[in-house]
């Protein structure tokens, strides 16, 4: 079994719709948690970030944690065309340098 | 804002050349990483150096070797390219902050 779980998608939507990406993991240490935003033939850039459990908000993104179900979400209001890209999650355990990648989500929105 | 830097970008190799990708942060960094993304594979740790003079095997080292030149650079050498290192490679560095890591633009390598 996977550390980490991901659905590759790819997933579709209109624009303007809210779109809720999902990752579960099953180490219990993590506290770290990431999302990043890969466009093709392109590095991931950080997109959000949140230690421990709850929720952080920064734009249209909202980065959701749930450690009791070992479930993180990444949503995105209003989507647009420009959201379209792969998203991949990412979480770690403090004191260690290593990080656990889920396989990411391929996102497409359509005008 | 630089980052993290990588070079080249591209690279065709023939089974058995050597080469060296390089990367460079600017973030006084301590950690950095090499991965290779794969179809299907995700991202997977090559190495990392967890500081400068230190350097640890990832999921997949095996014919690779790295260098830590100095805080800044973290380099990676294929000694004899084969066709199973066809791959992207991201250099990647750890903030202090949020234990967050920053990725390079990558490098794509193809050995025909």
């Known amino acids: 079994q996977k550390e980490v779980e991901q659905d590759p998608g790819p997933l579709s939507v209109p624009e303007g719709a809210i779109v809720s990406l999902n990752c579960t993991y099953s180490?219990?240490?993590?506290?770290?948690f990431m999302w990043y935003r890969q466009y093709s033939r392109k590095g991931p850039e950080l997109l959000m970030y949140?230690?421990?459990?709850g929720n952080k908000e920064d734009g249209r993104f909202t980065a959701q944690v749930d450690k009791s179900s070992k479930y993180i979400s990444l949503f995105i209001r209003d989507s647009q065309p420009s959201d379209s890209a792969t998203y991949l999650c990412?979480?770690?355990?403090?004191?260690?340098?290593?990080?656990?990648f889920g396989s990411g989500t391929k996102l497409n929105v359509k005008p | 804002n630089a980052g993290v830097t990588q070079t080249p970008k591209f690279q065709v190799l023939k089974t058995g050349q050597s080469m060296t990708l390089q990367c460079a942060q600017d973030?006084?960094?301590?950690?950095m990483y090499w991965y290779r993304q794969d179809p299907g594979m995700g991202l997977r740790l090559i190495y990392y150096?967890?500081?400068?003079?230190?350097?640890d095997k990832g999921e997949v080292p095996n014919g690779y070797n790295v260098s830590r030149l100095n805080k800044r650079e973290f380099s990676l050498r294929l000694e004899s390219a084969a066709p199973s290192q066809t791959s992207v490679y991201f250099c990647?560095?750890?903030?202090?902050?949020?234990?967050?890591?920053?990725f390079g633009e990558g490098s794509w390598l193809t050995v025909v």
């Open positions: 990412a979480m770690s355990a403090p004191g260690f340098n290593k990080f656990y």
């Open positions: 180490n219990s240490a993590f506290q770290y």
């Open positions: 949140t230690y421990s459990s």
């Open positions: 973030m006084n960094h301590n950690s």
């Open positions: 150096s967890a500081s400068e003079g230190t350097t």
């Open positions: 990647a560095s750890q903030g202090t902050v949020g234990n967050t890591i920053y």
